[in-house]
């Protein structure tokens, strides 16, 4: 019982240690890492945006053959 307790009452400890040397390792993205990041993350949305766009596109006609036009 006594083992679970003191188990129990170092896991915050262990948590905040953890965090703390994750903070701690971390650094500041550079320009040329910075613009890297950027560039993927603006491809990511364009493909994803074409492919919302391209199911819409084959989606209304689709719908409109299925539920007939009115």
Request: with cysteine; net charge positive.
């Amino acid at each position: 019982m006594s083992d679970q307790l003191k188990e129990f009452a170092d896991m915050p400890q262990e948590f905040v240690k953890d965090g703390m040397q994750f903070l701690n390792r971390c650094t500041k993205p550079d320009k040329r890492e910075f613009l890297k990041i950027s560039q993927a993350v603006g491809v990511g949305f364009v493909v994803m945006g074409v492919i919302g766009y391209a199911v819409k596109l084959i989606h209304i006609p689709v719908n409109n053959i299925l539920v007939g036009g009115s």
